[in-house]
């Protein structure tokens, strides 16, 4: 899919492919439970990547070198070690997640922030921050934190 702004395309189908490939192996570690394929988790939304770049990480999936985000690449598996996520503990889950966390950062961080740069641009050249900076004051996005979503159990 192209980029609002078409010199944006490029940069935004590299920061797709990272992101995507990156995502396959997260969510294997937040929605699997050790010992079980069918178990879902609920995610501490803590727990998810930030919007900037940050510290290096250990790598688990290979989209780096000729792909130029043309294609998605395929995600291996997560595992700690020689063991695979079936047999992890939850502390090892934990740890997993945090490292692939640290990963996103590595990896796709520097994408984003190249991306989101060039399309602010593009955005501003189409005259649509105003539209924007109106919207979010008359309806702007909550955190699930905030009152709009209130977290008893029904």
């Given at each position: 899919?192209?980029s609002?702004?078409?010199?944006?395309?490029?940069?935004k189908?590299?920061?797709?492919?990272c992101?995507h490939?990156w995502?396959?192996g997260?969510?294997?570690?937040?929605?699997?439970?050790p010992?079980?394929s069918?178990?879902a988790?609920?995610p501490?939304?803590?727990?998810a990547p930030s919007?900037?770049?940050?510290?290096?990480?250990?790598?688990s999936?290979?989209l780096?070198g000729?792909n130029?985000?043309?294609?998605r690449?395929?995600?291996?598996?997560p595992t700690a070690?020689?063991?695979?996520?079936?047999?992890?503990t939850e502390d090892?889950?934990?740890?997993?997640?945090?490292?692939?966390?640290?990963?996103?950062?590595?990896k796709c961080?520097?994408l984003w922030?190249?991306y989101?740069?060039?399309?602010?641009?593009?955005?501003?050249?189409k005259?649509?921050?105003?539209?924007?900076?109106?919207a979010?004051?008359?309806d702007p996005?909550l955190?699930?934190?905030?009152?709009?979503f209130?977290?008893?159990?029904r």
């Open positions: 899919m192209d609002l702004a078409p010199e944006c395309t490029r940069a189908q590299e920061y797709d492919a992101f490939t995502l396959d997260y969510l294997n570690l937040v929605v699997l439970r010992g079980s069918s178990q988790a609920t501490d939304s803590s727990q919007s900037g770049t940050a510290q290096s990480a250990g790598s999936f290979s780096w000729s130029k985000g043309k294609e690449a395929s995600a291996t598996q070690g020689d063991r695979s996520l079936s047999s992890m090892e889950r934990q740890k997993a997640i945090k490292s692939k966390i640290a990963e996103y950062d590595a961080g520097s922030t190249d989101r740069s060039c399309l602010q641009n593009g955005i501003k050249a005259g649509l921050d105003d539209l924007i900076a109106a979010r004051a008359e996005l955190r699930p934190s905030d009152e709009a209130p977290t008893d159990e």
